[in-house]
C-alpha cells in the first residue's frame, strides 16, 4: 500500500475549496483574484472594526510579505480595498474595505454556506469535532517544528 500524505490530501482538499469559493460572480468580475484573495477578504470581514494591516494578514495565513503586497495590490485595483494612514504612526497604512466588497462579501459568505453544507453532508456532529481536533493537533505539531527551527 502506498504511503498517504497528509499534506497532500490536505492541498488537494484545499485547492478544492478554493474553486468552490471563487465559483461566484465576483470572482468573474474580478478574475485576477485567487483562492487566497477570498479567504483575505473574509478574514478582514470576520475583523472589520478593527485595524488591520499587511503584518496582520501575514501573520494570519502564514504567506510571505512579497505575496501578500501582491495580493493587496490586486484586491486595490479590482476595488476590493483602500490602504489608509493612521495618525499614530505614518509608516502603516490600514486596510479597508470598499462599498464594492461588502456586495463581494454576500456572495462569498453564501457560496462559503454552500459548500460547507455541501464538505460536511454524511457527517455527524462527533466526527467534525473530531476533524477540527485533529486540525489543531496538526497545526500544534506544526509550530512546534517552526519553533525548533
Known sequence: MDKRHIGYAVKSLSRRIDRAIENIPAAGENGKLTGVQFWVLNF???NAGRDIFQRDIENE???RRST?????QAMENAGLIRREPVEYDARLKKIVLTEYAEEVRRQIQAQVERTEERMTRGFTERELDDFFDYIARFKHNLSE???QG
Open 44 to 46: 478582514l470581514f470576520r
Open 61 to 63: 495565513f502564514k504567506i
Open 68 to 72: 501578500v503586497t501582491e495580493g493587496m
Open 145 to 147: 517544528m517552526e519553533k
